[in-house]
C-alpha cells in the first residue's frame, strides 16, 4: 500500500462553520484535518488520501482582497506541501465559486493540482473552466455527496499525476483542449454510425458539441431618442493611429475605451483599424464606418438625438472565445449603465 | 446592433439588428461616392437609432433599404 496523498481542502466561512453572511468579511484561517463537508470528503477519499489541513477565507474577503488571501494562501500551500488542493464543493454560491477557482489556479501555478466542483453556469466555472479542473455539481448543497465522490475521484488521480481523459467522459467541465489522440475508427465510419443513429432516433453522441447562443431578454426602447444619451461601442478594432494602446488585432482579452467628447468626427490622420478579420484599408480612410460619430454629432446637433456619449468603445471582435467576449460585453453594458448611458449603438464588422 | 452579417447576428441573440453595408464598411458605402455615402451611413444609423425606440419581443432586423418611413420588422426564424 502507498503512502496515502496529502490533501489540502479549501472552504468559505459558510461551510468551514464560522457563519454566514455576516461573517464573509473573514481573513484567511488553517485549521487541522478535515472540516465540515471535507469529512464526508475524506471518507471518500479513503486511505488512499488525507487531509491534513483546510484552509477557510471568508466570501467578502477573498473578492475584495484577493492578491492578500491568495498570497496567505500560497504560503500556507508551501509550508503543508500538499500532492493535490481540492476546494468546495460551490454549488451555484458566485463568490465562492469564483474563490475556488482561484485557490486552485493558485495551487496550480505553485506546480500543485488542483481540483474544485460547481454549478456549470457558476461565475467561477464560466470564468476559469479552461485553467482549472472544475467538476460539475447541481446548483445547491443537495447535491453535495455525488459531488463529494467526483471530487475525491479526480483529487486521487490528480494528486497521483495521472493524466485525466477527454473532459466529456472524465467527467469534468471541458476545457476548450483539442489533444490528438486515436479514436480507433476513421471519421467517415463514425460520421455515418451517428447519422444512422439520428435517423432511426437512437442516442449518439457528438464529439463537437454545438453551444446553442443565449436568448436574451430585448432591452425595453429607449422613450425619447431627444433626451437620451448614446453610446457607441465597435468590434471593429478601432485604434488611436499607431496603437499606442498596445491592442491585439484578434483574440481580445480586454476592451478600449477612448474619449471622443471634444471630437465632431473621427479623422484617419488620428484613427485607424488594427483588426486581423477584415481588410482594414476603408476604414483607415474613414474610421467613421465602424463608429459612426460624425453621423451621431450632426444628429445631436438637430436635437435628434440628446447627447453622445463622451466614452466610446472597441475591441476586436475576431477568435475571442464566446465565454470571453461575454465577460467583455458584460463588463462594457456595465460600464455603460453606470454612465447614465441610455442606448448604445454597438457596430459589428 | 449594425451588422453587414446580421443573419450571424440575429442567431446569435441580438435583439435589434440593422443591416449594415459590408464587413468592411458596416456605416456606409465608399463606391457610392462621398455625397450618397454619406446619406447611406446616415440612413443605417437613423435606421438604428428608430431601432432603440421600438419596443420588439425578440430578435428582429431593421432594414435601411427597406422602402418607406414605417419599415416592417422581419424577424429571425
Partial sequence: ?349 | MISAIYNFALTTGANRVIRGGRIEHVCGDPALGPEKDYAYGMRIVTTALEALGTPVTRPTLFDPLAPGPAREAVHAS
Fill in chain 1, 1 to 349: 500500500m502507498n503512502t496515502p496523498l496529502r490533501a489540502v481542502h479549501y472552504l468559505n466561512q459558510f461551510f468551514a462553520g464560522i457563519g454566514g453572511e455576516e461573517q464573509a468579511d473573514v481573513g484567511v484561517s488553517v485549521r487541522d484535518g478535515a472540516v465540515g463537508p471535507g469529512r464526508a470528503l475524506q471518507t471518500a477519499l479513503g486511505d488512499a488520501g488525507v487531509i491534513v489541513a483546510t484552509l477557510v477565507c471568508g466570501d467578502n474577503f477573498m473578492s475584495e482582497r484577493p492578491e492578500e488571501a491568495l498570497r496567505t494562501i500560497v504560503g500556507e500551500m508551501g509550508r503543508l506541501a500538499p500532492d493535490v488542493v481540492v476546494a468546495g464543493p460551490a454549488f451555484g454560491s458566485g463568490r465562492y465559486g469564483l474563490a475556488c477557482a482561484e485557490v486552485c489556479r493558485a495551487a496550480r501555478e505553485q506546480g500543485i493540482p488542483a481540483v474544485t466542483a460547481m454549478h456549470a453556469e457558476n461565475p467561477g466555472a464560466t470564468s476559469f473552466r479552461r485553467e482549472v479542473v472544475i467538476v460539475p455539481t447541481g446548483d445547491s448543497a443537495l447535491s453535495m455527496a455525488p459531488a463529494l465522490a467526483n471530487l475525491a475521484r479526480f483529487a486521487l488521480q490528480l494528486g497521483r499525476g495521472e493524466e485525466l481523459g477527454p473532459a466529456e467522459l472524465a467527467g469534468y467541465l471541458p476545457q476548450g483542449r483539442r489533444r490528438v489522440h486515436d479514436r480507433g475508427r476513421p471519421g467517415y465510419e463514425r460520421a455515418l454510425d451517428m447519422l444512422l443513429a439520428k435517423l432511426h432516433g437512437r442516442p449518439f453522441v457528438t464529439e463537437i458539441p454545438y453551444n446553442a447562443p443565449e436568448q436574451v431578454r430585448p432591452a425595453p426602447p429607449v422613450a425619447d431618442l431627444a433626451r437620451a444619451r448614446i453610446a457607441m461601442v465597435t468590434t471593429g478594432g478601432l485604434v488611436r493611429k499607431g496603437n499606442p494602446e498596445r491592442q491585439s488585432a484578434a483574440n481580445a482579452m480586454r476592451y478600449h475605451r477612448h474619449s471622443v467628447a471634444s471630437l465632431e468626427s473621427l479623422s484617419p490622420e488620428d484613427w485607424e483599424a488594427f483588426h486581423a478579420g477584415y481588410f482594414n484599408h476603408i476604414v483607415n480612410r474613414n474610421p467613421n464606418y465602424i463608429l459612426p460619430l460624425s453621423f451621431l454629432r450632426e444628429l445631436e446637433g438637430q436635437g435628434r438625438i440628446g447627447r453622445v456619449h463622451t466614452e466610446i468603445y472597441a475591441l476586436p471582435g475576431v477568435s475571442t472565445p464566446v465565454a470571453a467576449s461575454r465577460e467583455l460585453g458584460r463588463a462594457i453594458a456595465q460600464d455603460l449603465k453606470n454612465a447614465g448611458v441610455d442606448g448604445a449603438l454597438l457596430v459589428a464588422t
